[in-house]
């Protein structure tokens, strides 16, 4: 056996002692300075000496103490500093999307939703934060930290009126009235105010059916009162789905609830297609379930003629992803096919 280190410090010592099981010799040779701790020991199949210099050994001897509240204060403060930033970014990041907020950064794109026979059906609405560089931030930068604002509820509204500003802007590009779907949070699913005033903003709207996600990113705390408000939107005529299912906090328990009208399989689920047949079982799980509950079935993050393939075989409802489209600015989408 080679020797794995040439000094070491007591602290590496210690988690050594910890996590092998060890057995010490102790070696001391009188012609250099430096002792032995043979550690046979098993570490996965990693077995090893390690040398401890004399000197260092004395050193560490006189000054354990010291030395090992030194390392552990260290330790402490590069976790508190982590902690500091994390807040301090967080934090100039609420600021940010209030202000972003006021100025109107926030702007709808849009990504097709397609039926089997290849028809766009409807959309659905894709929040990009428009900076005053002209760059597109995408959600993924900021829309966590703005769920759990009130900002999220004033970019919900603005998105409803901008996607309203474009049907009527581009009319002459459609034909037909297709289904618009935005993206909704479970507080936001319980706030009765909130959904009074989408209700009110979309009281008039004739160009498009608007369509409502629930994500399940956070947990519903009234079930009655999501409920109700479920209700309500579905009197309204609009159409309520459940987001990433499977992936949230309610997974299907959700469906007997809320009488929900639709899913959508999120991609982790449509990615096994063709890769893993063991979790290729629980797509089909889902897609049965769904069926045998009599709701749409749309399939999100399709990328590959495989996955539509299979899909069209399983016979959902709706198919959306880049085979099709990525998200785009309403100009850019083509309602003839
Ligand atoms: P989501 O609701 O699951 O939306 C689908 C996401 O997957 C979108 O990412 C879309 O661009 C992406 N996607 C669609 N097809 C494909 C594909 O074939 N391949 C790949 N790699 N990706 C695909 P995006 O636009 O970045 O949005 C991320 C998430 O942000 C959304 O996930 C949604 O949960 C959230 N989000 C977006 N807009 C809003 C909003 O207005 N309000 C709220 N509360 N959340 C929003
Ligand atoms: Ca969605
Ligand atoms: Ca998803």
């Known amino acids: 056996m080679k020797p794995i280190l040439p000094s070491i410090s007591s602290t590496f010592a210690i988690s050594v002692y910890h996590f092998i099981t060890y057995d010490i010799e102790h070696h001391k040779d009188e012609v250099k300075p430096t002792t032995w701790f043979v550690v046979h020991g098993n570490l996965g199949n990693i077995k090893g000496v390690i040398v401890v210099d004399r000197y260092l050994q004395q050193k560490l001897n006189e000054q354990n103490f010291y030395y090992y509240w030194l390392v552990y204060f260290l330790l402490l403060c590069l976790i508190a500093a982590g902690i500091v930033y994390y807040y301090n970014t967080r934090h100039d990041l609420q600021k940010m999307l209030v202000v972003g907020c006021k100025k109107n950064e926030f702007i709808p794109y849009y990504q097709p939703i397609m039926s089997l026979d290849d028809k766009l059906q409807g959309v659905e609405v894709l929040v990009r934060w428009k900076l005053s560089d002209g760059s597109l931030l995408l959600p993924a930068y900021f829309i966590e930290v703005a769920e759990q604002m009130e900002v999220?509820?004033?970019?919900?509204?603005?998105?409803?009126?901008?996607?309203?500003?474009?049907?009527?802007?581009?009319?002459?590009?459609?034909?037909?009235?297709?289904?618009?779907?935005?993206?909704?949070?479970?507080?936001?699913?319980?706030?009765?105010?909130?959904?009074?005033?989408?209700?009110?903003?979309?009281?008039?709207?004739?160009?498009?059916?608007?369509?409502?996600?629930?994500?399940?990113?956070?947990?519903?705390?009234?079930?009655?009162?999501?409920?109700?408000n479920i209700r309500r939107l579905q009197e309204q005529g609009y159409q309520v789905k459940l987001d990433d299912a499977g992936t949230g906090y309610g997974g299907f328990s959700y469906f007997m609830d809320f009488n929900l009208d639709g899913v959508k399989i999120d991609k982790m689920f449509i990615d096994v297609i063709g890769v893993d047949d063991v979790k290729v079982e629980v797509l089909n799980s889902i897609i049965m379930m769904a069926k045998r509950l009599g709701i749409d079935i749309v399939a999100e993050g399709v990328e590959t003629q495989q996955q539509v393939d299979f899909l069209r075989k399983h016979n959902i409802d709706y198919i959306q992803g880049y085979y099709y489209s990525k998200p785009v600015p309403f100009k850019d989408l083509n309602f003839d096919n």
């Open 152 to 228: 999220i509820n004033e970019i919900t509204i603005t998105l409803v009126k901008k996607v309203q500003a474009d049907f009527r802007r581009y009319s002459s590009n459609y034909n037909r009235k297709v289904f618009c779907a935005f993206n909704l949070t479970a507080q936001q699913i319980e706030n009765k105010s909130f959904i009074n005033l989408l209700i009110l903003t979309l009281k008039k709207e004739e160009n498009f059916v608007p369509s409502f996600e629930i994500t399940e990113r956070q947990h519903f705390n009234n079930l009655a009162l999501a409920k109700a």
